[in-house]
């Protein structure tokens, strides 16, 4: 076989890959929304690419990097996996794994990692690092090109070694080096305590697993100390398992519902609440801000809809979506997005649009060191710098909130 008729085998190949990833898993492929006419462009250019070229172009990586872009431009959490990429998904456990302690975003507008947040006590909170930090390269290496799978395993290996990354801080021009040593992750436990006025203060830093359980003893606890109230801050609480949320938000849910998954070709599945894991029936306030993602976004929600308590703070950054490991051929797989959490309104969690994602706060309330916190405002100044321990303005509103609901000025828009 000539060195043409193969090159027309493989181009033929490269097509169909393509229409079989959008036709036959996004389901779009049809006259109307002009998808023949996109894979007829995408055949010119690989045609153009084989013919034109100044070398001899490899075929099988410029299919690669089409379905890369592909997934990885409509899926941010996506990803078209090596099969070394795919040991690491099957195995990767953040609290068990090596790494810097940061849960990450990746926001297509920005084409770089997004720190969601990062876990107390971790590498990346020693050195500062907070929501909305970029992530521009890693020990050289730019981040662009990699998907959240490759980005965190970058950051796993090797363990106990330094890695450098390239940060671009929150409204800053240069980027900044930070260095920083691979571990495995502490979970922060639960800090839970009485406030003045008998109320129950709980604060989880990260939902990983048993945390709900934690969360239940700790808050029995201070109920049987005689707590009347409760102040939930979910402030900073990022990543983590989805069970944990709903298992935490079923702790002050009688009744109704704490949400539900679905997709394109994902049945519905409703998540009801269960009245025997019902711990508490008080008054209660969830802290809330734009490191609040994920699984706690769930329970957010959950409170929010079934009009059990009050949100105080800022928007959360809005993370909520199933995902499903796809085989392909030579231990490839796609890693896609089939299904995202909704709150008991219908509202989506994460939607299309991240300025559009997230759960809005009955109740607004800025931190000094957060005001304009939100990472897509490209318009807004650099946080000030802090020169002493500041208030705590959220807390302060969430008990005046508890003490007077009346001062709950509804902000929140309707889903």
Avoid: H
């Avoid at 060195?3 to 097509?15: D, G, M, N, R």
């Avoid at 959490?77 to 990450?104: C, E």
């Avoid at 928007?315 to 499903?324: A, M, N, R």
């Avoid at 957060?370 to 705590?392: F, G, H, I, S, Y």
């Amino acid at each position: 076989m000539n060195s043409k008729s193969k090159y027309a085998i493989l181009l033929l190949s490269s097509v169909l890959v393509i229409y079989a990833i959008i036709g036959g898993m996004l389901g779009r492929v049809s006259a109307q929304n002009g998808s023949y006419q996109q894979l007829s462009i995408f055949m010119e250019v690989l045609s153009r690419i084989q013919n034109d070229y100044v070398d001899d172009p490899s075929i099988k990586d410029a299919v690669a990097g089409a379905i890369r872009g592909l997934i990885e431009n409509v899926d941010p959490y996506g990803g078209y996996l090596s099969p070394k990429d795919v040991a690491f998904y099957k195995d990767y456990n953040p609290q068990k794994t090596a790494g810097v302690g940061i849960v990450l975003s990746k926001i297509v507008r920005l084409g770089y990692p997004v720190i969601v947040s990062a876990i107390p006590g971790g590498p990346a909170a020693k050195a500062d690092l907070t929501t909305g930090d970029m992530i521009e390269s890693i020990d050289g290496v730019t981040t662009r090109e990699m998907n959240l799978v490759q980005i965190n395993a970058v950051l796993a290996n090797p363990a106990g070694k330094p890695v450098t990354l390239s940060v671009i801080r929150r409204r800053r021009a240069e980027p900044e080096m930070v260095t920083l040593t691979r571990q495995v992750m502490q979970v922060p436990p639960i800090e839970a305590k009485m406030l003045e006025g008998n109320v129950a203060y709980l604060k989880i830093p990260y939902l990983g697993a048993g945390k709900a359980l934690d969360a239940k003893r700790q808050l029995d606890g201070l109920l049987k100390k005689g707590a009347t109230s409760v102040v939930l801050d979910l402030r900073y609480c990022a990543g983590g398992d989805e069970k944990e949320g709903e298992a935490l938000a079923n702790l002050f849910l009688d009744t109704g519902t704490i949400g539900y998954l679905q997709g394109q070709k994902f049945e519905k599945q409703v998540i009801a609440v269960n009245p025997k894991d019902t711990l508490t029936k008080a008054p209660m306030v969830v802290l809330v801000n734009q490191g609040t993602a994920g699984a706690s976004e769930l329970v957010a929600g959950a409170i929010a809809d079934n009009r059990r308590g009050q949100l105080v703070g800022l928007k959360t950054f809005g993370t909520g979506s199933f995902q499903k490991l796809i085989p392909m051929e030579d231990g490839w797989a796609l890693l896609l997005s089939v299904a995202k959490y909704y709150t008991p309104s219908g509202k989506e969690i994460q939607q299309v649009e991240p300025q559009d994602s997230g759960i809005r706060p009955t109740v607004e309330v800025q931190q000094t060191e957060e005001e304009n916190l939100d990472p897509n405002d490209d318009q807004a100044p650099p946080p000030p710098v802090k020169t002493q321990p500041e208030e705590d303005r959220q807390l302060k509103k969430a008990l005046e909130v508890l003490k007077d609901p009346s001062k709950a000025t509804a902000t929140r828009k309707a889903a």
